[in-house]
């Protein structure tokens, strides 16, 4: 089965960076546009970032441009979202996503999350 497994959360001091990871399984990894969102207590599920296709500029919410970047690694079916300068608002779930570049939505996945909290 699909399978997307987030990890690289954890506590994290304002100012500060950490590193997620997102591994792939149980699909064509170059079949599916990868990307991040995250979801704070009490608050919608947002969009984070979404990785390109060659040619193409990866995308941010306007909140962490310049802080994060999304970065792709075929060949281990990983995608990673760097994060520096961290904010106290970034604390959140982090959730990895998987949609097919073809059938888009009707073909999407999601990982479970992983815990980021930025303490002052």
């Known amino acids: 089965q699909v399978q997307l497994v987030e990890s690289g959360g954890g506590l994290v001091q304002a100012g500060g960076s950490l590193r997620l990871s997102c591994a792939g399984s149980?699909?064509?990894?170059?079949?599916?546009?990868m990307a991040w969102y995250r979801q704070a207590p009490g608050k919608e599920r947002e969009f984070v970032a979404a990785?390109?296709?060659?040619?193409?500029?990866?995308s941010y919410r306007d909140s962490v441009k310049g802080r994060f970047t999304i970065s792709e690694d075929s060949a281990k079916s990983t995608v990673y979202l760097q994060m520096n300068s961290l904010k106290l608002e970034d604390t959140a779930i982090y959730y990895c996503?998987?949609?097919?570049?073809?059938?888009?939505?009707?073909?999407?996945?999601w990982g479970q999350g992983t815990q980021v909290t930025v303490s002052s």
């Open positions: 996503n998987a949609e097919h570049r073809v059938l888009g939505a009707r073909l999407k996945y």
């Open positions: 149980g699909l064509t990894f170059s079949s599916y546009d």
């Open positions: 990785a390109s296709r060659s040619g193409d500029r990866p």
